[in-house]
């Protein structure tokens, strides 16, 4: 049963829960920013992400309040000096960042209320945060208010001018997604935190083509077992496990040992199969679970 709704029906927070909560996790943009005065500011946006990288832009979204519709004081900041710091967070900051959210009034220095450490820029006004594991120093190239109504969005087009990173987070002279520990923002009052099992690898179809779902036996596609993750995976590779290997897989210790257990009830037994090309797909061995499955549409 799907629930269908459309948006000008509800309020605009129910509107407002419903979008953070569906599109997410999301990443955090840590702005610092100054205004005329010099008065600096420090505030969370997670309307945030990378949108080019020649030119590098970020783009992230200072919305109007949707209690009284008024601007953020980051997004009047940039309107008088065009340049912001963009810090990146991870879980060791996550609890000083959110407290910079706080809607303090315009001119009081969230650095000084979080604890968190300003660091000078060296192309730009606004302080970078020193306990960020990667900071962009950015020009702001271009501002678009989206709406004048409660909750509408501004965006800030970022243009990087430096990136600062903390070495303690490189490995070999890259980032290290799994040192970084960043975090995202959820709906409601939940984040979450990229490290440990949060973490898995897809390999990505971009120097070879794919046989696609549709290239799998019938068996295989409409398997009670496999998933449509599974499925995926067996669907990325580039061509179909050849004869005599499936004649190979067929002697493998586990798969002989399988067809001893289950004796001449192939329906057990080929359901036994997807269940051991779905633990090899879990270990990272794509071709063998496939060569696996193919031996499976032997049996009948």
């Known amino acids: 049963m799907t629930k269908t709704i459309d948006p000008k029906d509800i309020s605009q927070p129910e509107l407002h829960g419903i979008l953070l909560t569906a599109v997410a996790p999301r990443p955090i943009c840590f702005a610092s920013t100054v205004d005329s005065k010099g008065n600096v500011n420090l505030s969370p946006f997670s309307y945030f992400n990378v949108f080019s990288s020649n030119p ?72 970078r945060v020193g306990e960020a594991p990667v900071a962009f120093e950015c020009t702001v190239q271009q501002t678009i208010e989206l709406a004048q109504e409660p909750g509408a969005g501004n965006l800030v087009l970022a243009k990087v001018e430096r990136i600062h990173f903390d070495e303690a987070y490189l490995t070999e002279g890259k980032l290290d997604t799994q040192k970084l520990d960043l975090v995202g923002r959820m709906g409601g009052n939940w984040y979450i935190r990229a490290v440990d099992d949060a973490l898995f690898e897809i390999p990505k179809p971009i120097r070879g083509k794919g046989i696609g779902v549709d290239a799998l036996p019938k068996g295989i596609r409409e398997s009670e077992i496999l998933t449509g993750n599974n499925l995926g995976r067996l669907g990325n590779l580039q061509q179909l496990p050849e004869q005599k290997e499936i004649k190979v897989i067929a002697m493998d210790d586990e798969v002989l040992m399988m067809a001893k257990k289950v004796g001449h009830d192939t329906k057990v037994h080929k359901k036994q199969l997807h269940w051991l090309a779905q633990r090899i797909l879990e270990e990272g061995d794509t071709a063998k679970a496939m060569t696996v499955l193919l031996y499976a549409e032997t049996l009948y």
């Not at 008024?70 to 997004?75: A, G, P, R």
């Not at 000083?96 to 660091?119: C, H, N």
């Open 56 to 127: 590098p832009v970020l783009i992230f979204s200072p919305a109007r309040s949707g209690r009284d519709n008024t601007h953020k004081h980051s997004y009047l900041n940039v309107k008088e000096v065009p340049e912001v710091v963009i810090n990146i967070v991870n879980h060791p900051i996550v609890e000083q960042m959110s407290l910079a959210s706080t809607a303090y009034e315009r001119g009081i220095d969230e650095f000084v209320k979080s604890g968190l450490t300003p660091i000078p820029s060296e192309t730009i006004t606004p302080p």
